[in-house]
Every structure is written in structure tokens, then in C-alpha cells.
């Protein structure tokens, strides 16, 4: 009966969203009348509301829904969603002021001389507005209105200028800020939640071990890092579109003529005019985009910043012609720069002001603020008086956000019905059971989604489909994919929505604008090469995910909350990095280790000579260790080439196994609650089946598989062992140098002290409790506690107080303890001036190898090492085996 309900789920989705209903009601309506029907029918057939439901069962369903509602409206720790209203106030506003228009017309004329010229433009632009507004309808209506009529007066081909604009104005749903990664970012980080959760699981029960190493987890994303990685996939397509119309002109000049602009061009007039059009825009992208990538702003902030410039802009906009109409737009600019010039030169943290000077800085940086603020309210004014445009972008911005938000929470109750009745389970049966592991069940979703572009909106798919196959995907741990590829690659997917016949959006938004000369033919012919392309961007992005997640992980590596280079997750490509480094660059390291070797240490104490003898052997030793780890890695994937097809194989027949345990189990619960002998003996019969069945499968895990399993275990346990060698070698050589230096450097520090604690005997009164004295040894104490290498001293005169102190007065206990402090300093005195003329040397050396053997030890990663390992872990690895 749950496969009856979910199949009238999904017909009665289908039905709904066919009859013309909106989104926003289709998706939760009919996940009422599945859940109420299924309820009402359990009820009276079975006795039990939740007996068709394999998951809990109608008021748990209600209790999800309720929880999901305060998810999206209450949670504060769910912000993404924040920045949705910001960014489509951002985009109208734009639209409203006729900004698109001053750049469709600009560019046009720039670049109509070459060939091809005006569709370039048009996707040049498309670029722009995409990462500007984000809103598809709004550009291809105004490119459908501008460019249209100018591509088809130039004779360009009816198809070509059509497909250029429908598919330039879906340009604005991949390159960022846009609401559909916003979306995803949403629902890819509940996902990859989910899927943690399950890939911890599989590995407790393939292991038998409770902890699962943070090296295995999985990357989550978020709208910021959704926006970084989509970033370059979004020019890729810019690319290609634009390599597609200039050879679609050099081949077929009559398709795409270049365009002789009627006027001079490169003139001062002409270029002022590309100027005021062009250079705005793409500040406000730097702006929004650049405070992300920077670490300056979150995405909710960035949203903020952008709907706040996109007023400013349409301030002096909507007042052209006049004299004042860049008198807010001026003023902004130069109460910016001031704030920016003002946080070089003074503290402006109120916090840590202490002088006039700073009091100084925080006046002007008032007057500055204020100066911005009276900009911003000026705007503000001429988009509320000016063809009431505030009003306008407002309305149309609660409208959109409103549909956007209600969509998502009906998508949020349809899924949960869909889980209430195994349609989970279900799907991720299926996908895992296809061959071909990850691939094939990847290839088979991404087939699914664009398929269904042909029908269902972007958002319908981004709330409907990605919440129930993302998990599946995510938690596989042999592509082992990051949220924020597998997001990207989706969001290309669902790009290919607009374009689609017979549904897409963009045909429509174009056919109702473009003039009865343009025949519907021409648009869905003019798509087809575009759709193409955008596979074709599709399947690049796939074969090299760096493209997509080199950005996130560098700007994370770059950014103030860094992880050290100790983080686990680094020390595979962190350890590639230095290894190279290590074998081109052996000769200068062995040559600086042996001059620092050649030192004379025979006046040093036997401990300092033992770390820093130590040091260099350590260093000398490193080559060794580094062929030895390479060594294990070739044994190890020796070792995987006939090992990973049975652990494939027994791995699948165990999932199995745990499937058809799961469906006994939940027939072991139904039979409680069936009092019908015949129903009864059914399910005894199929759980008889089922356990036959699971004998079956436990019969075709070959006999060699335990061996196999325990040598391959031991490979990776040697090649642990190794690393874990290695790691605590370059550790403690450098900790020992570091060391070393500090306390040669503290030597003169040290020696200052000798007054203090020589005359610490005379103080003390042996024959009654002297409080001044006992204070006398604290404090020496205190002093030398603070000296590198002085704890040992430090000790032994800690020892010495007390027994000095008044509850425990025992003058001769303490006299031993203070004359051993005493012996102890003189001794660590000598010892440091006698290392003092060896610290140029020593300095040198640790500067020499401190981003290198000692980069564990430091606090980040350098910006060029950054760049190196961000190329290393933005590619993706197999991890099964560890599974």
C-alpha cells in the first residue's frame, strides 16, 4: 500500500502542477491529501492511522512539517536564507532604473564592428546583469526588447540572435549571486548533514569502529562558498557561448555580419558614455562579490551591500539629465574612501582607544559614516519620488521572496511525505544498486534532472529532487565528492530548465516580447546549439572539479579562520607539497643542516648539544623516511589493485544484507499489530524468504575475503606508521631548534637575575617563618618561570617557598631545594652565554627551514603554499577502501 500512496503522490503532483496550479500550492497540497488519505485509510482498514506509512506516520508527518516551518522562519543558525529578498531587491532595482538597457545599447555599439559583434555583446552583457541582477525574466525581456530588433535590422539569423538571448539571460541562475545557488547551498548543507550521518554509519558498521577520522567526512558548503565555486563555471559558459557565435560568423558570415556603428567611436563623448555604463555594474560586482571572496562580508552582508549600491545607482540614474544627478553617488564615494583612509591611519576599535590622536579618528570616521548615510537616504528618496520606483522594486521583491519562501516550505512537506511512504529508501535502493558505482548513479540523477527541465521549474527542482538524491550521492565514498561540486554541477543542470522546449522559461519570456516576424521554430532551433554547449560545459566541469572547487578551499586556506597546517585534512597534499620540495631541493638542505652540524658545541650543556645533534640528524633522516612513506603508498596501492574489486563486491552484498535485515525488521513490527491468521502466516513467509535470501548472500562473499581484508588492513597500517614517523620527526626537530634559540636569545634576561636569586640565602630565617622571604622566592620564581627554558629553576625555588611557607615550615628541606636552584642557574647561565655566538647561525637555519620542515608548526599556511595544496585537495579522492 506505501508504493499506492507514493505513486498517487506523485500523479497527484504531476496533475496538480499540469492543471496550471501554482507551485507554491501544488507541492504542499498534494502532500496533504496523500498524507490525509493514507491516514484516513489506515485508520479504517487497518485500525492504525500510520499503517501505510513505512516511516512513522501522519502526525509525525505534521510534527516535521511544523519543525521545517520554524527551520526556515526561526532558526537563527539557518541564515543562508536571509540573503534571498536582498539579492531579488538588488536585481529589480537595477531593472526598474534602466540600468540594463544603458549597457545593452553601450556594449552593442562597442562591440557590433567585429564579427559576430552584437551577439557578443549581448552575452557580455548577460554576464554582467547575471551577476548584477540574477533575475532571468527581467533580462531576456529587456534584451528581447533592445537587442532583438537591432540583431534581426543587421540581418543576423533569426535562430542564432533568439538562442544568444535565451540562453545570455539564463546566464544569471550559475554565475553569482543568484538565488538558485542560495537555494541549493540551503539544501545541500541539510544534505550533506544527512549524508555525514550515513557515511559514519557505514563505516561503523564495515570497521566495528565507533570514531570515524575527520579525514573521511564530508565537505559541506554554503551559499559563500556555492558563489565561489560557481564563479568559473559560470565563465566557462560565457566562453563558450561567445567562441560559438564568432565562429558560427567566420564560418557563416551571413548568419552574424559585424555592424558599423553610425558615429565615431573612441571618442571622448563615446567613451565617457562606455565608462558610465560599464564601470558601475562591475564595482557593484566587485563589491558584492569580492567582500565574499576577501573574507570582508558573509553572503547575507554581501546581499546587503549590493541592494544598498543597486539604490545608489538607480538614484543618479533615474536623475540624468540633471545637474545634482551624481551628487549621492559622489558623496558615497567619498565618505568611503575618507572610512578607508581613516582605518589606515588610525584605531578606529573603540574598544582600544587610548589618546587624543584616536578620539581624533573617531570623530571623522563619524563624520564619514554619517556623510554615507546621508547618500544612501538621498537615494533612497529619489527611487521613493522619482515614478514611484521604491514602491515598485518593493512589491515585486515581497512578491518573489514570498514565492520563493512558500515554495521551499511546500517542497519541505512534499519530501517528507515522499519519505513517509519509502520513497527514500526506494530511490537509494535503485541508485545503489545500478553498476558502475558512483558514476553510473550520478549520470543516471543528472539524466533525471535535465529531463525534467523540460517540464518543472529550477526552483521546483532544486527543492524537490536535490533533498532526496543529494544524500545518496554525498555519502558514496568512492568519488567522495564535495556539496559544492555536486551543487554546481546540479545548478548547470537546472540552468538547461529555461531553455528546454516545450516549458522553458526563457522561450516564453522571449516570445511574448520578440515581434510576430520571429517564429516559435526559430526560438526552439536557436536554443538547441546553446543547450548543447551548456553540456558540453557540463561534462567540463565534471572532468576537472578544480574548476569549481579550487576557489572555496583557497579562499578558506587564505582567510583569518585558516585551519594550521596541522589539520589532518591537509596532511596528504600538505606532505605531496613538501616532498617534492624535499627532493629538488635536497642538496641545499643537507648542506645547511651540515653547517649547522659543523658548529662547535663542546662548551654547550650535554642536553642542548643532545636537541640540537638531534635536530640535524632528524633533518639528515628525513629523505629516508620520505622514501620509505613512498614506498608504503606503492605497496599500499599495489595492494589495492586486487583487493578493491572483492571489497567492492563483498561491500555491496553486505548493503544488501543491511537492506533486507531493515525490511524483516519492519515486518517483524507490523505482525504485532495483526490479529488475522492468514495476514500473519504472509508476513512469516516472507520473513522466511527474506532470511533464505540473506543466507544466499551471505554465501557468496568468497572465502578469501577475510585474508584479503587483513593484509590489505596491514598495508595501510604500515603506511600510517610511517607517516605518523615522519610527522613526529620534522615535530620534534624543529621544536628542539625553536627551543634551543629561545633560551640562547634569553640568555643576558637570565644572567639580570643573578643578584635576585643569590641573595635569596641571606633573606632566609631558619628559625621562625619570615613571610618577606618566602614572597622573595615566589617572586624569583615568577621571573625566571618567564624566561624560555627557566621552569626547571623555577621548580626548584617553587619547592623551596613552600617549604619556607608558614603551614609547612621546614627551613632545611628548603635551604636543599634553594642551593639546587641556585647550582641549577649558574650552570643554565654558563651554558647560555656559551650558545650565544652560535645564534646568527641557528636563527638562519630556522628561518631556512621553517616553512618547510617546520610547517606543521606553524600557524597558517603561507599564500603561495595556500595556492599549491588548494590545487590538491580541490581534486577529488577515492576513499572507499577505507570503508
Known amino acids: 500500500m506505501e508504493l499506492f500512496f507514493l505513486a498517487l503522490l506523485f500523479l497527484t503532483m504531476m496533475y496538480a502542477l499540469g492543471s496550471g496550479y501554482p507551485v507554491a500550492f501544488a507541492l504542499p497540497g498534494s502532500a496533504i491529501i496523500t498524507i490525509t488519505l493514507a491516514g484516513l485509510a489506515g485508520y479504517f482498514f487497518a485500525g492504525d492511522s500510520g499503517a501505510y506509512f513505512t516511516q512513522d506516520g501522519p502526525i509525525e508527518w505534521l510534527t516535521a512539517g511544523v519543525t521545517n516551518f520554524r527551520g526556515i522562519y526561526w532558526e537563527v543558525e539557518r541564515d543562508t536564507l536571509i540573503a534571498i529578498p536582498l539579492f531579488i531587491f538588488m536585481g529589480i532595482m537595477l531593472q526598474r532604473s534602466r540600468i540594463a538597457e544603458d549597457l545593452l ?94 557515511r559514519k554509519a557505514l563505516y561503523k558498521e564495515a570497521t566495528g569502529e565507533f570514531s570515524m577520522p575527520s579525514t573521511l567526512d564530508i565537505v559541506s558548503t554554503s551559499a559563500g562558498d556555492m558563489f565561489l565555486g560557481a564563479f568559473v563555471p559560470g565563465l566557462v559558459l560565457v566562453g563558450l557561448y561567445m567562441a560559438y557565435i564568432l565562429i558560427s560568423a567566420l564560418l557563416r558570415p551571413g548568419t552574424a555580419p559585424a555592424v558599423v556603428y553610425e558615429g565615431k567611436l573612441m571618442t571622448g563623448a563615446f567613451l565617457k558614455k562606455v565608462l558610465l555604463a560599464l564601470v558601475p555594474p562591475l564595482v557593484l560586482i566587485f563589491a558584492v562579490l569580492g567582500s565574499i571572496i576577501g573574507g570582508i562580508a558573509t553572503v547575507n552582508q554581501a546581499g546587503a551591500i549590493g541592494a544598498i549600491g543597486a539604490t545608489i545607482m538607480a538614484g543618479y540614474r533615474l536623475r540624468e539629465g540633471h545637474k545634482d544627478a551624481y551628487h549621492p553617488a559622489i558623496l558615497s564615494i567619498v565618505s568611503l574612501v575618507m572610512l578607508f583612509i581613516l582605518t589606515q591611519v588610525f584605531s578606529l576599535n573603540i574598544r582600544t582607544i587610548n589618546t587624543g590622536f584616536d578620539m581624533i579618528g573617531v570623530f571623522l570616521a563619524m563624520i564619514a559614516v554619517g556623510a554615507f548615510c546621508v547618500s544612501i537616504g538621498w537615494s533612497f528618496w529619489r527611487t521613493f519620488k522619482i515614478e514611484d520606483t521604491l514602491n515598485g522594486v518593493m512589491v515585486e521583491s515581497a512578491k518573489t521572496t514570498s514565492m520563493v519562501f512558500i515554495i521551499l516550505l511546500g517542497a519541505a512537506m512534499l519530501t517528507a511525505a515522499f519519505r513517509g511512504f519509502g520513497g527514500e529508501e526506494i530511490v537509494k535502493h535503485f541508485l545503489t544498486g545500478l553498476p558502475g558505482g558512483f558514476w553510473s548513479q550520478f549520470i543516471v540523477v543528472m539524466l533525471v534532472i535535465f529531463l525534467l527541465g523540460f517540464f518543472l521549474d529550477f526552483i521546483e527542482i532544486a527543492v524537490v529532487v536535490v533533498p532526496i538524491v543529494s544524500p545518496i550521492l554525498l555519502a558514496d565514498p568512492t ?61 567540463i566541469v565534471g572532468f576537472y572539479p578544480p574548476l569549481v572547487n579550487y576557489l572555496p578551499v583557497s579562499t578558506y586556506l587564505t582567510s583569518e579562520t585558516a585551519p594550521p597546517p596541522k589539520n589532518p585534512r591537509l596532511q596528504a597534499c600538505l606532505e605531496d607539497y613538501l616532498f617534492t620540495y624535499y627532493l629538488n631541493e635536497r642538496d641545499a638542505i643537507e648542506a645547511a643542516t651540515g653547517r649547522v652540524a659543523s ?7 650535554p642536553t642542548t648539544v643532545k636537541k640540537l645533534t638531534g635536530t640535524t640528524d632528524a633533518v639528515t633522516g628525513i629523505f629516508g623516511q620520505v622514501e620509505a612513506i613512498r614506498e608504503a603508498e606503492a605497496n599500499l596501492e599495489i595492494g589495492a589493485q586486487g583487493y578493491r574489486a572483492i571489497h567492492g563486491d563483498v561491500r555491496q552484498i553486505e548493503r544488501d544484507i543491511r537492506r533486507m535485515t531493515r525490511e524483516s525488521d519492519n515486518l517483524k513490527k507490523e505482525l504485532r499489530g495483526i490479529d488475522d491468521p492468514s495476514q500473519r502466516e504472509d508476513i512469516k513467509a516472507h520473513m522466511d524468504e527474506i532470511a533464505a535470501e540473506i543466507e544466499a548472500l551471505r554465501a557468496e562473499i568468497p572465502a578469501e575475503w577475510k585474508d584479503a581484508n587483513k593484509e590489505f588492513k596491514k598495508l595501510r597500517v604500515a603506511l600510517n606508521k610511517e607517516q605518523r614517523t615522519y610527522q613526529r620527526s620534522v615535530d620534534t626537530a624543529y621544536d628542539d ?53 627557566g621552569n626547571a629553576i623555577a621548580s626548584s625555588l617553587t619547592k623551596a617557598a613552600k617549604s619556607f611557607g608558614k603551614r609547612r615550615f621546614k627551613p632545611k628541606k628548603g635551604m636543599k631545594s634553594l642551593d639546587k636552584a641556585i647550582a641549577a642557574f649558574e650552570k643554565d647561565v654558563a651554558g647560555r652565554q656559551a650558545g650565544v655566538p652560535l645564534l646568527p647561525a641557528l636563527e638562519e637555519y630556522e628561518l631556512y627551514i621553517r616553512n618547510t620542515i617546520g610547517l606543521r608548526q606553524q600557524d597558517r599556511l603561507t599564500n603561495e603554499q595556500a595556492a599549491a595544496i588548494s590545487g590538491c585537495l580541490a581534486q577529488h579522492r577515492d576513499i572507499s577502501l577505507h570503508f
Open 479 to 539: 568519488a567522495n565528492v564535495t556539496a559544492v561540486w555536486l551543487g554546481v554541477m546540479i545548478g548547470l543542470n537546472i540552468q538547461t530548465s529555461f531553455l528546454t522546449p516545450p516549458f522553458g522559461f526563457a522561450l516564453f519570456y522571449l516570445r511574448g516580447v520578440a515581434s510576430s516576424a520571429v517564429k516559435t521554430l526559430d526560438i526552439y532551433k536557436g536554443v538547441i546549439p546553446f543547450i548543447l554547449l551548456q553540456l558540453l560545459g557540463l561534462a
Open 737 to 789: 631548534l625553536v627551543e634551543t634559540i629561545a633560551i640562547f636569545r634569553d640568555a643576558d634576561a637570565l644572567a639580570a637575575l643573578e643578584g635576585d636569586i643569590m641573595a635569596l640565602p641571606g633573606m632566609i630565617n631558619m628559625d621562625e617563618y619570615d613571610p618577606a622571604a618566602e614572597q622573595a622566592v615566589k617572586d624569583t620564581a615568577k621571573a625566571i618561570s618567564k624566561i624560555a627554558g
Open 105 to 198: 545599447v553601450t556594449m552593442a555599439q562597442l562591440f557590433g564592428p567585429i564579427p559576430g559583434g552584437l551577439g557578443i555583446s549581448v552575452v557580455f552583457v548577460g554576464a554582467l546583469l547575471a551577476a548584477t541582477t540574477g533575475i532571468v525574466g527581467a533580462t531576456v525581456v529587456a534584451m528581447g526588447l533592445i537587442s532583438l530588433p537591432a540583431m534581426l535590422r543587421n540581418n543576423y539569423s533569426k535562430p542564432l540572435a533568439t538562442g544568444t538571448i535565451c540562453a545570455s539571460g539564463t546566464l544569471g541562475q550559475i554565475i553569482p549571486p543568484s538565488i538558485v545557488l542560495i537555494i541549493l547551498a540551503d539544501q545541500l548543507a541539510s544534505a550533506a548533514d544527512q549524508a555525514a550521518s550515513e
Open 599 to 605: 658548529l662547535d658545541l663542546s662548551a654547550l650543556p
